[in-house]
């Protein structure tokens, strides 16, 4: 009877540790190569554990300083003063791209979103850039590089504890969010590939109309 139940003992400790050694779906995967915009390597690129946004939901609220008011001329970028029952600010569409220095896809892609903001200037879009670095010298030197370099002239802002971008759903970078001037989500988009800009103006122009005036892209700035 004692050998019987020794047995059973270690069969349902080995099912245990079996059990708890299995790989689980929940929350973002990781192991991929760092500095693709992807999970994985040394640092995290994005916010762990993010929670789902889909298209159709509210964008969640959020306010933020901006690391560079004189270039854009915002002290601060709020959800509510565009998109609330009683805007300050109004505007007809906010455009967030949350991105890193350590993201090698999103200094790719920065150039060419700079040069489609320009296309929409004076149209009531805001273009913000959400940096998640969480040491000082990669977002300042992402931030330099910005305003210096790039002349980015949209708001930079910082979340160094990932809190916003966990509430936007980021596991990848760079991730783009569009919001129409109701508050809403209407288009999103994780990673970089060669048609998101493509993509994002189409979805631009179905929800403010076409450009009036097509306007050639503005040369791309060296990346740090």
């Known amino acids: 009877m004692g050998a019987w139940l020794a047995c059973v003992v270690v069969v349902g400790l080995w099912a245990a540790v079996s059990a708890a050694g299995e790989p689980s779906d929940a929350g973002p995967r990781r192991g991929r190569d760092a500095g693709t915009g992807r999970p994985g390597g040394g640092a995290a690129t994005t916010a762990p554990d ?8 509210p964008a969640p609220n959020f306010v933020l300083r901006t690391l560079n008011a004189e270039q854009s001329g915002m002290t601060a970028v709020s959800t ?26 999103c200094k790719r892609e ?35 590089w910005m305003v210096d370099v790039l002349a980015f002239a949209h708001p930079v802002l910082a979340d160094r504890f990932a809190l916003l971008a966990r ?39 179905r929800l403010l109309g076409p450009v009036p005036v097509a306007e050639s892209a503005a040369p791309g700035a060296p990346t740090p």
């Open 110 to 144: 920065l150039p060419a979103l700079d040069a489609l903001a320009a296309r929409y200037r004076g149209r009531g879009v805001v273009w913000a850039v959400v940096l998640i670095d969480r040491d000082d010298a990669g977002r300042d030197a992402m931030r330099t």
């Open 167 to 205: 509430r936007y759903g980021v596991n990848e970078l760079p991730h783009l969010v569009l919001i129409d001037g109701g508050g809403t989500v209407r288009w999103i988009r994780a990673g970089f590939r060669d048609d998101t800009l493509s993509t994002l103006e189409g979805e631009l122009g």
């Open 80 to 105: 509510r003063a565009m998109f609330g029952p009683e805007p300050t600010a109004p505007a007809r569409a906010l455009v967030l791209d949350f991105a890193a220095s350590y993201c090698e896809p």
């Open 50 to 57: 993010a929670d789902a946004l889909v298209v159709g939901m």
